[in-house]
């Protein structure tokens, strides 16, 4: 009789089949999930029985994260053979990541060395890039590659790094959106993990996804009083000059909890969401270094690190992105927006409030130099002479039409350009203007409006 294969979950797996070379890991051996008990459910919600589709871990340095999307791959190579993805920021990091952590990873793997063939064998199917496996293919490429993100549909995408992707790939638009939509034809066995130490708050890629997810955290309990928390920096206290005094303060009894209570900590902590997914099938972690296990990176070092910082703003947004796995806010970036809430005014949508001199309004316009903006805008107002607007009266569409004056300004070398309408006289009444200066006479704005603040004749215009 033939049993099928058991189901295993990705941290089965790794606890049944990883090895740690010395090449790749400073602990090397069998790989034991208890080391960083708070990685079992990042990988476990990546297994294939579970239903998330999309899983999300903001990290600080120093946590075994990168080792969570090492065992996911080995245990899809092994486990579940199918198309896989891996994306490095750039094709050249990609290149690193298959020597670096891949390699390592088929090499001492004995389960995944059966699998796929060394690279040095001629038609092995095994490149820098790629590697083959009986019923799938892992492909390595970088951010900064439109053709390396299209070449292929994938069942898995492994997204690293992802705060460190350009913006826009080759014109074609943002590399996540790039990536997930080879996955699509997967449907719900498709699963994306995006993995990042986070960067500046108003461009984190990882942060926005964390912000959409569940906002996870791991909460521990207190060696003293059993209460469940997260660690947050502020809980470190030390006298100055002393990081070595470093204790963590359990923020509901105020025990100082020392370096060695936090292997018990780890193990009796737990996942705990502390927000509603806008999407349920995303999952969000967030873990930083202050979870680190004894023995990496210890809660003096972070004390030390954070002086050493002081005065220079550079290494606090390193502390910051690193350490705790927070995204940095740039000085300046962000307005103070109460006063700007105060200095609001009030007015009505339509209406064009009194001692208003120039109406403005913004059209795209393709492919055009800038004489021929010029030109089209006239015919923009020729548009507008000849165009009743239903609902209008015939008054004020006189009014309308009599004499705006259309002048075009080239916004530069960008697709848009801007058309002002300027009334003759401040007293004229604009009751309706309708812009549509592409070639096709699309209507892409619409502008309805009256002076003095009366109610619109026209708004039934407005479609
Ligand atoms: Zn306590």
Request: net charge positive.
């Amino acid at each position: 009789m033939l049993r099928p294969p058991p189901q295993l979950t990705v941290s089965e797996w790794a606890e049944r089949h990883r090895m740690l070379g010395s090449r790749a890991s400073a602990e090397p051996g069998f790989w034991r999930t208890s080391r960083t008990p708070y990685i079992k459910d990042v990988m476990d919600t990546l297994s294939a029985v579970h239903p998330a589709r999309r899983v999300v871990l903001m990290k600080g340095a120093s946590v075994g994260a990168t080792e969570s999307g090492n065992n996911w791959l080995g245990y899809i190579m092994h486990h579940v053979p199918a198309p896989a993805l891996a994306v490095q920021p750039t094709v050249e990091l990609a290149k690193r990541f298959s020597r670096q952590r891949i390699d390592p990873l088929l090499e001492e793997t004995p389960a995944l060395r059966e699998r796929v063939a060394p690279a040095r064998a001629r038609d092995s199917g095994n490149t820098m890039l790629s590697k083959e496996f009986p019923g799938g293919i892992l492909v390595l490429t970088g951010a900064n590659s439109a053709v390396g993100l299209r070449s292929m549909t994938a069942r898995f995408l492994f997204l690293d790094e992802v705060d460190a992707y350009p913006g826009d790939v080759a014109s074609e638009g943002d590399p996540i959106a790039l990536a997930e939509a080879r996955a699509r034809t997967f449907g719900w066995r498709r699963k994306a993990f995006l993995v990042s130490t986070p960067t500046i708050s108003s461009r984190s890629r990882i942060e926005r996804e964390y912000l959409a997810s569940d906002q996870r955290r791991f909460f521990v309990p207190c060696p003293e009083c059993g209460e469940m928390r997260w660690l947050r920096f502020e809980r470190l206290l030390w006298e100055k000059d002393a990081p070595e005094k470093a204790r963590y303060h359990c923020s509901a009894c105020d025990y100082p909890m020392q370096e060695h209570d936090k292997t018990a900590m780890l193990g009796g902590g737990e996942w705990r969401a502390t927000a509603q997914s806008q999407d349920p099938q995303t999952i969000g972690f967030h873990i930083s270094a202050l979870y680190s296990p004894v023995g990496w990176l210890s809660w003096e070092q972070i004390t030390r690190d954070w002086e050493a910082a002081q005065g220079k703003p550079e290494d606090i947004k390193t502390f910051k992105n690193n350490v705790l796995g927070e995204t940095w806010q740039e000085q300046g970036e962000a307005p103070d927006w109460e006063r700007l809430v105060q200095r609001r005014e009030d007015f009505s949508m339509g209406v064009v409030p009194t001692g208003a001199l120039v109406l403005t309004a913004g059209a795209a316009v393709r492919r055009q130099s800038a004489a021929t903006r010029a030109r089209q805008s006239r015919r923009t107002s020729a548009r507008l002479t000849s165009q009743g607007i239903p609902g209008c009266q015939p008054s004020s569409l006189r009014a309308n039409v009599a004499s705006p004056r259309v002048t075009a300004t080239s916004a530069g070398r960008s697709r848009a350009g801007s058309v002002s309408i300027r009334t003759a006289s401040p007293a004229m009444a604009m009751s309706s203007v309708r812009i549509s200066p592409t070639r096709r006479g699309v209507p892409l704005a619409r502008l309805i409006a009256v002076p003095g603040g009366k109610a619109a004749p026209c708004s039934s215009a407005a479609t």
